[in-house]
Nanobody, 125 residues
Framework: QVQPVESGGGLVQAGGSLRLSCAAS????????MGWFRQPPGKEREFVAA????????YYADSVKGRFTISRENAKNTVYLQMNSLRPEDTAVYYC??????????????????WGQGTQVTVSS
């Protein structure tokens, strides 16, 4: 089983940038989908971005399109989330997750099989 581990969260001012990393321990497969989700205080977990491990196809939530970029580095079994032009509403705990075959809907948390422990991102105004 693949276990994701997030890192890179922190406190940043509005307009700033952060890069989150997700290291996947264990063997990954080209059919895996790696996703980033976030959970703002008092709200439900929501989809942020996803990438297919093999083909590198990317998906984004409308709220982050043009500001966030998801990428992968296969040699390091690591997925990144580059977050630019951060806003206070981006404040949340960010989670990395793995969706293994047969797979599900990339934007639904219930489709994912393994989750990291989360990393806090706080954007001050």
């Amino acid at each position: 089983q693949v276990q994701p581990v997030e890192s890179g969260g922190g406190l940043v001012q509005a307009g700033g940038s952060l890069r989150l990393s997700c290291a996947a321990s264990g063997r990954t497969f080209s059919s895996d989908v790696m996703g980033w989700f976030r959970q703002p205080p008092g709200k439900e977990r929501e989809f942020v971005a996803a990438i297919t491990w093999g083909g590198g196809i990317t998906y984004y939530a409308d709220s982050v399109k043009g500001r966030f970029t998801i990428s992968r580095e296969n040699a390091k079994n690591t997925v990144y989330l580059q977050m630019n032009s951060l806003r206070p509403e981006d404040t949340a705990v960010y989670y990395c997750a793995v969706d293994r075959p047969p797979g599900g809907t990339y934007y639904e948390p219930k489709s994912y099989d393994s989750w990291g422990q989360g990393t806090q991102v706080t954007v001050s105004s």
